[in-house]
């Protein structure tokens, strides 16, 4: 998943915050006027929207003479993957090194990740393991798999708590929770 810039990220803010799940769109227009202190011309709004919808950031359709806007995904899933993007770039330990996981690759990314939280995000994280980090609402792991209790990651990597762990693949879409 790719980084948004400044205006991209503006514009996204403004379908996040004015869209609900398959509700009612936004129009290039209505996402001018939100923007209005950035001072933007309607055809830099409508370029950047008309990028995001190529990217598949948002999703469009008609509605009479105009496009209406929504995102392809939640803020929230769109910020688990740019965590998990981040992950994926500590790479797999060694052949040979893979028991050492708290000091090699994804392993030592995680853990400098979990001393890093505040503990009030610590404890949101052990309960998302203790409830077994199932995927809710048609959410899914990142290999598009549907994640469920007892997957295996694999390399047999288990979680702190006793669950064992998945890693994956590239969905991209609604994929915030994960097991590793």
Do not use: H, N
């Not at 995904?73 to 981040?86: C, G, H, K, T, V």
């Not at 203790?130 to 899914?140: E, F, L, S």
């Amino acid at each position: 998943m790719m980084r948004l810039g400044d205006l991209e990220r503006a514009v996204m803010d403004v379908l996040w915050d004015r869209t609900s799940g398959a509700g009612a769109g936004v129009t290039v227009r209505e996402v001018a006027e939100s923007l209005a202190e950035r001072e933007l011309a309607y055809t830099t709004v409508m370029t950047v929207l008309d990028r995001l919808a190529g990217k598949g950031m948002v999703q469009r359709e008609r509605e009479g003479r105009a496009w209406s806007y929504r995102p392809a995904a939640s803020r929230e899933a769109y910020i688990a993957q740019l965590m998990l993007d981040a992950l994926d770039l500590a790479g797999e330990p060694a052949l040979g090194q893979r028991g050492d996981t708290d000091r090699l690759g994804r392993g030592a990314a995680l853990v400098r990740f979990a001393r890093s939280v505040t503990g009030s995000e610590a404890e949101i994280l052990r309960a998302a393991l203790r409830d077994g980090g199932a995927a809710r609402d048609g959410d899914t792991a990142r290999d598009g798999a549907t994640a469920r209790d007892g997957a295996t990651a694999r390399d047999g990597a288990t979680a702190r708590d006793g669950a064992t762990a998945r890693d994956g693949g590239g969905v991209r879409d609604e994929a915030p929770e994960r097991e590793d």
